[in-house]
């Protein structure tokens, strides 16, 4: 299985909603990364896991919080967004995090709508 | 500064022409890594190619094929006889060792027409 899976495919919520994205990969990687991506522009991180443990935070938001409960499944859990966050929200793998092993396989992405 | 930069906003190209995607990066570090990626309107990010900068060698594959040149900071895609499969957005991006980060160049959106 060489797929990273990624639920909902969409998801329309509104600012006083919460819900949480998951994403699910079996390939025995290791790490695992959030990416944000505006329309027509690249995508953007948010949150490395390594090994189950909160990595890198590139500054975001408290209104999302990602979690790792075991090393096939990473979620981001959303609470009071703001229509500014719609966007498609990607989640990646890789064997692990650092240099050698740093080939990140992507999911299908959630696209995201905050009304 | 560490930079990828994607001049060709857009391309486009009738069936079986051969098109070249540009991609000039910057960077201070010695040791660090190149790829390119591939996302159809699906939306997910195909890996295409990783490239470590002490490897300059040309690779081909299939109808890709990739042109890394230190001296110049690029690394270049080649698309020999496209298809209309192959049009999707491609992102350039540069691996940061002492960062652990991907920094993505802006996109070329290839269109390939019958």
């Known amino acids: 299985d060489t797929e990273v899976t990624q639920t909902p495919k969409h998801l329309v919520m509104g600012m006083t909603n919460k819900k949480s994205l998951k994403c699910e990969q079996h390939m025995g990687h290791r790490a695992m990364y959030w990416y944000k991506q505006k329309a027509k522009k690249p995508p953007e991180l948010m949150f490395v896991y390594s090994y189950e443990k909160l990595s890198i935070n590139e500054s975001v938001p408290s209104r999302f919080s990602p979690e790792c409960p075991n090393s096939s499944l990473l979620n981001l859990h959303l609470h009071a967004l703001q229509p500014e966050d719609s966007a498609l929200y990607l989640c990646?793998?890789?064997?692990?995090?650092?240099?050698?092993?740093?080939?990140?396989?992507f999911g299908p992405g959630t696209r995201l709508t905050v009304l | 500064a560490q930079k990828v930069t994607q001049a060709q906003t857009e391309i486009s190209v009738v069936e079986k022409e051969d098109v070249t995607l540009d991609c000039v990066y910057e960077?201070?570090?010695?040791?660090?890594?190149l790829f390119w990626y591939k996302q159809p309107p699906s939306g997910e990010l195909v890996f295409l190619i990783r490239?470590?900068?002490?490897?300059?060698q040309n690779e081909i594959s299939g109808r890709y094929s990739w042109n890394f040149q230190k001296s110049t900071s690029s690394f270049n895609f080649t698309i020999t006889a496209s298809q209309v499969v192959d049009s999707a957005v491609y992102f350039c991006?540069?691996?940061?060792?002492?960062?652990?980060?991907?920094?993505f160049g802006t996109g070329t959106r290839l269109q390939v027409f019958p």
């Open positions: 490239r470590n900068s002490f490897d300059e």
């Open positions: 960077t201070r570090d010695t040791t660090y890594y």
């Open positions: 991006a540069l691996f940061r060792i002492n960062t652990d980060k991907l920094i």
């Open positions: 990646a793998s890789s064997p692990e995090q650092g240099a050698r092993y740093n080939e990140q396989f």
